[in-house]
């Protein structure tokens, strides 16, 4: 890092190099029930376990700098940006037996697959800063550009290995060729007016371009010859045009903010099977409101009550919505749905914080309610094969209770406790399976109890040391056709400063007691599964930065909150140590 500050231009650069290196295991144990279909041949129960070994790895080159111009004592021009350039890979051996269980014909195969593939992107910003007055009002406009791509090839692999039986498994090479390229278009204006000490109004105005476009091709190779088997392009638009506005006020111990976003959306998704054949374009828009409303008041002596309401739009992305089929795993093809609609949630909180000197206890009770929420949806096709996707399947709600306490216990030594549990609800799931116009129902309505807690402590430590103890655990999930498992996990961090703080090391362990994995059960008319992820087991992170130039450091120009809200009690945890 290196920051040059002046009356007139403040200047940061930010260089770096990452590498990294990460084992993952994924197990599937999938019972299946394929009907009879004619007298002759019985129903059938079937058995397949899949272990998947692999190691993901890559390094990458980053680098930031920004200028920023005062061009009076009320007005600043800044400019920033970044570029970034990493290759990474993956090796995976998938390994699978497949059993008939009557007659215990088993068949046994592995299928290897290999990738490496450039990941560019840069971004690019121009901001304006008008401090109007003394006591905070401020007008900040700027406009941002940015693009990514993601372009590979990728290797599969399957080899036959033993069979008990007649069955043989197919045996294939196949090359997949993917590329993807993203560019955002983000304007926006922010401003704030402050009215004396107790009153400050807030109103903006945002607007977004997003543009996606992912090609895919497979083709099976067989000796120096190539078919084409399959083909996909995908390509995806979203336009935001919005318009924001809040009024914060405070009397007594009285407060209260009241704020109305109003938004609309476009959306195009373009697509095609055939490079012979026309795209299929589907447009959509929409317009949705999403109000906001705090009321606390100051009871004194270190006793508050706080209530809130808000409503927020949880958009798809990404993965979620490209038709791109994944085919790393020949029993498991995962795709996106390009015509998921966005998930509308509402959420009602009633808060009570306790304060002392050293101490804060805050405890809230809330109500969430979620409509045409995004899920993933699995079933089993004639082939035995499972299919993966996301629909907008069901309606949701929670009701729960969240606890907060802080407590500093010494000037070397402070602790955060969050206990969280909730009861929650979802409604029937229903997909069109066989895409004929009749959804079938894939999972009843369902209940469930589900609680977490996680503990954090903080340690000072004397000659510039400080330290990071994380501990977390969740109980098992409700998700569409079925349940995920609960996880812990535990994490430390350490930080030390040289050189009167310029040079400082810091070094992170992520999942000491290697423990973090994803596991979930689901099930279906003709299948249930268990299915278990540990993504790169205990992870070592060695940062090590200097600082170069005067006092000052980067000037932190972007203000968040506006268009996107948030807050809360909750801290970052590792952020520090990274």
């Known amino acids: 890092n290196f920051n040059l500050n002046s009356k ?44 998947v070994n692999g190691n993901n790895k890559g390094y990458g080159f980053y680098g930031r700098t920004g200028l920023d111009f005062h061009l009076t004592d009320v007005h600043t021009l800044s400019v920033y940006g ?44 121009l901001e304006h800063l008008w401090e109007i007055d003394k006591i905070g009002s401020e007008l900040r406009s700027s406009v941002e550009y940015s693009g990514h791509e ?119 998704v373009t697509t095609r099977d055939d490079e012979k054949m026309d795209y299929q374009v ?35 992305r990404g993965r979620q919505l490209n038709s791109f089929r994944d085919m790393s795993d020949s029993t498991n093809i995962s795709f996106g749905n390009p015509y998921l609609e966005p998930e509308i949630s509402s959420a009602v909180e009633l808060n009570y914080i306790k304060s002392w000197t050293e101490h804060v206890l805050s405890i809230g009770a809330y109500y969430r309610f979620s409509d045409n929420c995004i899920e993933r949806v699995r079933y089993l096709d004639d082939n035995n094969v499972m299919n993966s996707t996301f629909e907008n399947l069901a ?90 498992s609960d996880q812990y996990t535990i994490d430390f961090g350490f930080r030390k400063s040289f050189l009167d703080h310029k040079l400082n090391l810091a070094l992170s362990i992520r999942d000491i007691l290697n423990s973090r994995k994803w596991a979930s059960t689901t099930w279906g008319d003709n299948f249930w599964q268990y299915s278990e992820h540990t993504p790169h087991g205990t992870q070592f992170k060695l940062t090590l930065t200097y600082n170069f130039g005067n006092a000052g450091g980067e000037k932190k120009m972007k203000k968040r909150g506006g268009m996107e809200g948030g807050g809360g009690m909750d801290d970052e945890g590792m952020g520090d140590y990274e």
């Open 282 to 316: 589907t447009d959509t828009g929409y317009f949705k409101v999403y109000p906001t409303a705090f009321l606390g008041y100051d009871f004194g002596e270190g006793n508050e009550l706080q209530a809130n309401y808000t409503r927020r739009i949880n958009r798809p």
């Open 150 to 268: 993601n372009n590979g090839d990728y290797y599969y692999t399957q080899k036959f290995d033993y069979a008990s039986g007649s069955r043989r498994a197919p045996e294939y090479y196949q090359i997949q060729r993917r590329d993807g390229e993203s560019n955002r278009l983000l304007i926006k204006s922010d401003y704030t007016q402050k009215i004396g000490s107790n009153m400050k109004v807030e109103a903006g105005i945002y607007g977004s371009w997003n543009k996606r476009f992912s090609p895919s091709r497979t083709w099976n190779m067989e000796g120096s010859d190539s078919l084409l088997q399959q083909y996909n392009d995908f390509g995806y638009q979203e336009c935001i045009a919005a318009l924001y506005a809040t009024y914060g006020a405070k009397w007594g111990g009285f407060s209260m903010s009241l704020g109305l976003r109003g938004e609309y959306t476009f959306t195009q």
């Open 8 to 51: 007139v231009v403040d200047f940061y650069v930010n260089a770096g190099f990452n590498w990294n290196k990460m084992q993952h295991d994924n197990y599937t144990d999938r019972y299946s029930f394929m009907p009879g279909t004619d007298p002759v041949r019985s129903d059938t129960l079937g058995f397949l376990n899949t272990f």
């Open 395 to 484: 309606k949701k709600q929670s009701a729960g209770l969240e606890i907060v306490s802080k407590n500093k216990f010494a000037n070397w030594v402070n602790m955060t406790t969050t206990l969280n549990g909730y009861y929650s609800n979802m409604a029937e799931v229903y997909y069109d399976v066989y895409g004929t116009g009749n959804p079938v129902k894939l999972y009843e309505k369902t209940n469930s109890f589900s609680w977490s807690v996680r503990v954090m402590l903080n340690f000072l430590i004397p000659y510039g040391m400080t330290a990071q103890l994380t501990g977390q655990y969740r109980s098992s999930n409700l998700v569409a056709q079925g349940k995920s």
């Open 82 to 125: 970044s570029i970034y350039y990493g290759e990474w890979g993956y090796e995976n051996t998938n390994n699978y037996t497949d059993v008939i269980w009557a007659t215990k014909d088993t068949l046994q195969y592995h299928r290897s697959n290999t990738n490496k593939a450039p990941h560019p992107s840069y971004s690019a910003t």
